[in-house]
């Protein structure tokens, strides 16, 4: 449903959320092993982030990602994938043609309305403390 790029955002977003509840920092290395990414790799989505004003980024040997407890409930799940995807999970054909519309849809565009409705409502309603509390009742996990 996401990109690669996009789960591991979500990932590192949670877990950054989940450590900055707790009153901690968090570094690269330590972002990457707890949703089993490659650094390199999460280094850049990290940058995203920071880019799009989802996580902040402080320098030096006492730095490290964080996010404010305030922003941390009022980041949405849709802000994270925008910042990375974009906004083809709303708008892009589920088969990836080009041209996909009502007025000319792909055999799976009338089937998928639904599911896309409700994968936007989802987006858009959750938070990052959402999905940060849910880590700290360990309800969920971030890696296998």
Request: proline letters at 1%.
């Amino acid at each position: 449903m996401f990109s690669k790029a996009c789960s591991h955002a979500i990932k590192a977003s949670v877990f950054i959320a989940h450590t900055a509840l707790q009153n901690k920092q968090t570094r690269l290395k330590e972002i990457a092993e707890a949703t089993n990414s490659p650094e390199a790799f999460m280094a850049k989505i990290l940058q995203k982030l920071v880019k799009n004003n989802i996580i902040i980024s402080k320098r030096g040997s006492k730095g490290g990602f964080t996010i404010s407890k305030k922003r941390i409930e009022s980041i949405l799940l849709k802000e994270i994938v925008i910042a990375i995807d974009g906004d083809k999970i709303y708008n892009g054909c589920i088969l990836g043609f080009q041209m996909c519309s009502d007025a000319k849809p792909c055999a799976m565009h009338n089937y998928m309305k639904a599911a896309r409705k409700d994968i936007k409502k989802t987006l858009a309603t959750t938070t990052l403390k959402d999905l940060a509390n849910d880590v700290e009742g360990e309800l969920v996990f971030l890696r296998e």
